[in-house]
């Protein structure tokens, strides 16, 4: 039977038939495809022995590896991102940030400290709408979370060789790589996966035609006998049997893209689970929607109390992220990030550029700091609107396109210490919670965006940016001149004095996107994931950090998909699991 798609490009539809790239991969509604079942169906005599909810940056590497072994059935609430031109490429980047529309790929949220921040809604999560940059986690890291050194250095080797790639370093890239150095982020490490402090150029999962290779195609890895893939299917809320002493996890009922509801049911086969891998935002939010968390605020939405605790929704975090505009005389070629500056002061220096300079971009965007993805970024956090996108976007059009010639410095806090929480507003799973990270809570945080600003002023006076730093008078005057309308960061004129730097890191704080929290070990799962007080039922993804991994998460939340999958494998099958 012939399958088409429907996705949208800057709002146009399109169809195209080359969604399905797996053949077990379908969309929801081919569940129960009975017309005449009821509205709540289930497939008769069928079960899984895992239910994957979520098919992102951990999900679909957990599901291609237990599928080796068992029946695995994972559910995704977007569509692929195979057919999809906003995913697929790099100069496009920007565009599938500021897609609004319902079937995008980013699903945009603004926290209640009044940042735009996206979460990803398709097969293949985060990988399909980030930056791409791939570095793993350090050591030291590894050893606090507990992990197995062994297994995690089979892990990591097992999605490099399938999806990431060396990136073709473009000038601009090698300048931020050599000032790096000349102001002592040293030594150099080369090209190198591994974080070590120093300067290093990282792995991409761009290739050298810019084109990406997402969590997705991981899934070319898995058993296709025994991996059943379900797009547009939105979870929810997980079912559970709880006549027993302790709540167990037996199967999700889940919506299609018609919004019929369904359920899949969890084998009663020994060791069968349910595994959350929706997110740092995704996986409370689903706990809380069915009935875990902490019981005054379930009842307050007239959720069934399944399992108390206080601490589901509690703990999150986001990495402040601030950038300096470095408008150059001539075109410097799209990058996004390549090269990193590995600080002891607590913040990781990186880069982007070539983004906004041809006058078909997007309302002339630019960049990693742009209106267009909600990011006005010389416009306080509260001060941003949707009147003040629309506004800034219209006053843009009176700028000369030269004055966006260039790219960002990017400075990124560490290990924020100002914390935050998700709370629900109500039971809709389409709609965000509420969602709130207090950036720059903690004094320290702020005192380390201070330090890195000043990182970044002195990189800008090394000689390796005199090709770009020593910029036509005329386009910076117009920037200083229409810094309202141009909205974007230049170094600051007085960054010796520390109050006014630590204002500007407040008003020019945007993110990028490496949230983590609400599920903490410990404290809502166990430290090898399963949900405390209830049986049959993991958290694996991003909410269970309390510390994002490396520079960048992406590759260790990769890499926590297949350990995991390995792991559970080995518990249920022993050593000699063939994996």
Known sequence: MHSCVFFFIQGVQYDHPAQYRYPFIKPASSFSPDPSSPALTRRPASSYDYIIVGGGTAGCPLAATLSRNYTVLLLERGGTPFANPNVSLMQNFHIALADISPTSASQMFISTDGVFNSRARVLGGGTCINAGFYTRASTSYIKSVGWDDKLVNESYPWIEKQIVHRPDLIPWQRAVRDSLLEVGISPFNGFTYDHIYG???????????????????????????????????????????????????????????????????????????????????????????????????????????????????KGMSDNPLNTIFVPSKTPVKQSLIQTVGITKLGVYIEASSGFGQSKDSIHWDHGIASAEIGQLSTIPPKQRTHEAIHDYRRRKRNLPHEAFKGGFILEKIARPLSTGQISLINKNIDDN???????????????????????????????????????????????????????VNLIPKHT??????????????????????????????????????????????????????????????????????VKILRERLGKAAGV
């Open 199 to 313: 300067t290093k150029v990282g792995g991409t999962i761009f290739d050298r035609f810019g084109r990406r290779h997402t969590a997705a195609e991981l899934l070319a890895s898995a058993n296709p006998e025994n991996l059943h893939v379900l797009v547009h299917a939105s979870v929810l809320k997980i079912e559970f049997d709880t006549t027993g002493k302790h709540p167990r996890a037996v199967g999700v009922i889940f919506k299609d893209e018609n919004g019929k509801k369904h359920k899949a049911i969890l084998s009663k086969r020994s060791g069968s689970e349910i595994i959350v891998s929706s997110g740092a935002i995704g996986s409370p939010h689903l706990l809380l929607l069915s009935g875990i968390g902490p019981k005054a605020e379930l009842k307050k939405f007239n959720i069934p109390v399944v399992l108390d605790n206080k601490f589901v929704g």
């Open 433 to 487: 919670p509420s969602i709130t990270f207090n950036y720059f809570s903690h004094p320290a945080d702020l005192a380390r965006c201070v330090d890195g600003i000043r990182v970044v002023e002195k990189m800008l006076k090394s000689k390796h940016f005199a090709p770009y730093a020593q910029y036509d008078k005329d386009v910076v005057e117009k920037l200083l001149n229409l810094s309202v309308e141009a909205n």
């Open 496 to 565: 010796n004095d520390t109050k006014s730097l630590e204002q500007f890191c407040k008003d020019t704080l945007i993110t990028i996107w490496h949230y983590h929290g609400g599920c903490h070990v410990g404290k809502v799962v166990s430290s090898d994931y399963k949900v405390l007080g209830v049986k049959g039922l993991r958290v694996i993804d991003g909410s269970t950090f309390t510390e994002s991994p490396g520079t960048n998460p992406q590759a260790t939340v990769m890499m926590m998909g297949r350990y995991m999958g």
